[in-house]
Nanobody, 124 residues
Framework: VQLQASGGGLVQAGGSLRLSCAAS????????MGWFRQAPGKAREMVSG????????YYADSVKGRFTVSRDNVKDTVYLQMNSLKPEDAAIYYC??????????????????WGQGTLVTVSS
């Protein structure tokens, strides 16, 4: 039972990446999903989230208009499309799951399953 995040890498400022978070051993269709990031020396922050059925999304102000979260419950995978990347977006990105069919928690303590993280590096 795990979440596997992938898709990170090195990109120039202004570029794009798409992160994926795939579940194995359980189905995501009853889980709200969150994307968090943590840069060196900084606190973990939630950047985006999506409700179990995809009807509700959340974006941090810092990524609104640039990042798009989506999910495919048939594939048990959640995505984070990141466009117009900035050096300040560089961080380890984590996906997390909360057994919650209705809302998108913004408190990391609500999430009980976490992926291992994928590194995003943005060069200026």
């Amino acid at each position: 039972v795990q979440l596997q995040a992938s898709g990170g890498g090195l990109v120039q400022a202004g570029g794009s990446l798409r992160l994926s978070c795939a579940a194995s051993g359980f189905s995501l269709d009853a889980y709200a999903m969150g994307w968090f990031r943590q840069a060196p020396g900084k606190a973990r922050e939630m950047v985006s989230g999506i409700s179990a059925r995809g009807g509700t999304t959340y974006y941090a102000d810092s990524v609104k208009g640039r990042f798009t979260v989506s999910r495919d419950n048939v594939k048990d995978t959640v995505y984070l499309q990141m466009n117009s990347l900035k050096p300040e977006d560089a961080a380890i990105y984590y996906c997390a799951a909360d057994l919650n069919p209705f809302t998108v928690p913004t408190d990391a303590r609500e999430y009980d399953r976490w992926g291992q993280g994928t590194l995003v590096t943005v060069s200026s």
